[in-house]
């Protein structure tokens, strides 16, 4: 049996919520695998719009089992909100078809306002994130002093991990102007939430791997984007965890052969939100156009998204470092009607020709984006279901793409409606 992975391979926001939903349907298990309520995904089905940030988009279908893994961060009094919520549309979460991993590290208050209190520091230290404490606490799981799903369920253990927490943090906090933290209303709310979320901790490696023994198809939903990961991304400006297709197996408890296709969620354009370089970057009549066409506004943040044209080069590097095998392209209706489209193919710095993106930073802000010029198209793309629904010119950009990011399309999404789908390869074919 196949088990597929989606990532995204640009900055996030690629549109995976419609693509993930439409492989959830097929799937048995749906995993999160990193990440944490930063993300946000939209389903819409039959009509009704379900909004998830910490949940896996399986919880909305019926039958499937939902895995929060350990590679995500997991705030508890966000979840059981969530939960409330998306119960209220008349859907049943139960342990049953929710597992959350005993060892996933949770996201304290002290988190997010020290998430948010950085961000309103200065502007050497802003990353433009969604202030939601991500990053406070994948630093607190890394240095071995955060709070796990499987310490709720002990008092004396609750007790020494929030005592070594604090140590960290209110020392930070005195350097901050914050206050310290108050130790027994935090130790209260955590006895407070513990029983919500403890009837949903599960050891899940135990269960994934046995999920795999028995043939069930795992789909892995990536959150965020490939060039926010930590390591391979526009470092500072990314997210704390690894967005990429190689955490999937280690954020639920997997061997990396546990993974058999790989789907890298790619827009016809680019666009990011918060702080860091961005080559293609438009900052006129085009990019607004896009921003407009594309409804580009955050989920999470209801920021404007920065908007610029498709960037070759980035996500032919994405497509490596995930180990893409095909992409789903999406978005392509939001080029309708623009006379030229330009597509990055390589970067020149400082007179060099370079076929990918540096690290360094400096290096980064003097790539000069080399583009290629290609014929738009006037018809609309929106909802075509087939390649015969397609302009020539839209089908010659696709296959542009293709040959530059060295990856095939699997799927075209042609509108927000699950069926507006061009499938050319089914990641969970055998
Ligand atoms: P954090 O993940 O909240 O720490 O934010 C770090 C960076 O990742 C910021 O630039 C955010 O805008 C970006 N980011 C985080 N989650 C998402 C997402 O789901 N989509 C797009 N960008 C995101």
């Given at each position: 049996m196949a088990n597929v992975v989606v990532v995204g391979a640009q900055w996030g926001d690629e549109g995976k919520g419609k693509i993930v939903d439409w492989l959830s349907e097929r799937a048995d298990v749906i995993a999160r695998f990193q990440g944490g309520h930063n993300a946000g995904h939209t389903l819409v089905i039959d009509g009704k719009v379900y909004k998830l940030n910490a949940l896996p988009s399986g919880v909305v279908r019926g039958g499937k089992l939902s895995v929060i893994g350990n590679g995500v961060v997991l705030d508890p009094w966000h979840l059981v909100k969530e939960i409330a919520s998306i119960r209220e549309q008349g859907v049943e979460i139960s342990p049953d078809v929710l597992m959350i991993a005993e060892n996933t590290p949770l996201i304290l208050p002290f988190h997010g306002e020290l998430d948010r209190a950085r961000e309103g520091q200065n502007s050497v230290a802003k990353i433009g994130t969604t202030g939601r404490g991500i990053g406070p606490a994948y630093e607190d799981k890394v240095g071995r002093r955060v709070i796990r799903v499987a310490d709720l369920a002990d008092e004396a253990t609750l007790e020494l991990r929030v005592d070594r927490a604090l140590v960290h943090h209110n020392a930070l906090r005195n350097g901050l102007g914050l206050g310290p933290i108050d130790r027994d209303a935090l130790l209260a709310d955590l006895r407070a939430i513990a029983p919500e979320i403890l009837p949903y901790a599960a050891p899940v490696w135990k269960v994934m791997n046995e999920a795999r023994k028995s043939g069930k198809r795992i789909l892995f939903e990536g959150a965020q984007g490939s060039l926010l990961d930590i390591d391979f991304g526009t470092y500072p400006f990314v997210t704390s965890s690894n967005v990429i297709a190689g955490q999937a197996a280690t954020g639920v408890g997997?061997?990396?052969?546990?993974?058999d296709f790989v789907l890298g969620i790619v827009k016809a354009y680019t666009t990011r939100v918060g702080e860091g370089p961005f080559p293609t970057e438009l900052f006129d009549g085009d990019g607004q156009r896009l921003g407009e066409r594309g409804r580009e506004f955050g989920t999470v943040t209801g920021r404007k998204r920065r908007c610029g044209w498709f960037d070759a080069v980035l996500v032919r590097q994405t497509c490596a470092i995930s180990g893409i095998n095909g992409i789903a392209l999406t978005k392509l209706d939001v080029l309708d009607g623009f006379d030229t489209i330009r597509i990055c193919t390589g970067y020149d710095l400082d007179g060099t020709m370079l076929d990918y993106l540096p690290t360094a930073a400096d290096q980064q802000a003097r790539c000069k984006p080399v583009y290629e010029e290609i014929e738009g198209w006037k018809e609309s793309t929106e909802g075509a279901r087939s390649w015969a629904d397609l302009p020539g010119a839209a089908i010659k950009y696709v296959r542009r793409v293709e040959e530059l990011i060295g990856c095939p399309v699997a799927m075209l999404s042609t509108s927000p409606e699950r069926d507006d789908t061009i499938l050319v390869t089914d990641p969970f074919a055998d």
């Open positions: 997997l061997g990396p052969n546990a993974i």
